[in-house]
């Protein structure tokens, strides 16, 4: 949303500066007046596609990026080119794809919300530190196009069953259940709760880091995020979260696919505004990992914000 705001910023400004070095340069006589009306106009068609990059740290991140394409099957084409090493050389800096550079996509279907992919035999040829992270960035960037909810892989003909080198089972279907960024914080086996949570990328440009945690919690996931988004000190290094710590949510319900979140005071900042950032992590996280559309904050019973799931990528 902000590079898309940005980028339509640059496009007007660039259009004036134009105009203004068109009037500039004409010749300062009578007979070569030229009446310009200026009229500028917003270009809206400029859509972005959320896409899950590598970063230095070996995260993959939330990006934002240009896809060819206006069907979940031209987009997703477009998709796995900037998935794939050197196929894009228009990716934000510091951020690359994942799949192998020599990778080739034979085919692609798409039935009943489920996205079959065929590769090459060099989709194999992937790091053993860096297979789980491709299905995560392949699984997470494709389920976020319109009608997509999961993926099937397959090898040449062969469907991709474990990975390449750890032997892991895969599940025939992948969907985010399979999480992304894991991190693993349980020390018993019983009650184990998986939450994905999103932070923000300790970095000059904005952005998202999504992190599924396995820890031993049995409470409510929401719980589990504002606590965690809250918490003095986050264990994952160059993530950080700007919800205050003194922040408490109060109560929360959820009703025909809305969730309500009370909050006290310190859900605002010291100008009794809530930051972006806090509004993107917590809703975020919470259509990661509840079946909602919306999700409205209150403070105190006043309502102060409703963010809509299709109104953010």
Known sequence: MLRKKALRKILVTTFAVFILLVMY???????????????????????????YLLNNDRYLVKCNLLLEGDSALTKA????KSLTINQNKNLPSGFTGIIPEKTKLLDINLKD????????EELLTI??????????????????????EGITILVNDAPLKTLPNSGKTLPEVITRDFGI?????FSQKDEIAKVTIYYLLDNDETYYVPVTKYVNDDRDKIQ????????????????????????????YEIYDGLMVLEFNEHLFDGERKILEEVLYTISYSVFDNYDVNEVMFQVGEEEVFKQLRTEIN
């Not at 009578?30 to 959320?50: A, G, M, P, Q, R």
């Not at 790091?127 to 997470?140: A, G, Q, W």
């Open 25 to 51: 340069l004409l010749p300062n006589t009578k007979s070569n007046v030229l009446n310009v009306e200026t009229k500028v106009e917003y270009v809206d068609n400029l859509e972005t596609d959320v896409v």
């Open 77 to 80: 084409q477009s998709m796995i």
């Open 113 to 120: 919300k489920i996205l079959t992919l065929k590769f090459s």
């Open 127 to 148: 790091n053993t530190d860096l297979e789980e992270r491709m299905i995560e960035s392949l699984v997470y960037s494709l389920t976020s196009l319109d009608g997509v």
């Open 181 to 185: 960024n894991k991190v693993y914080e």
């Open 224 to 251: 589990i995020i504002i606590d965690n988004l809250s918490s003095n000190y986050i264990y994952q290094p160059n993530l950080t979260s700007f919800l205050d710590n003194d922040a408490k949510l109060l109560n």
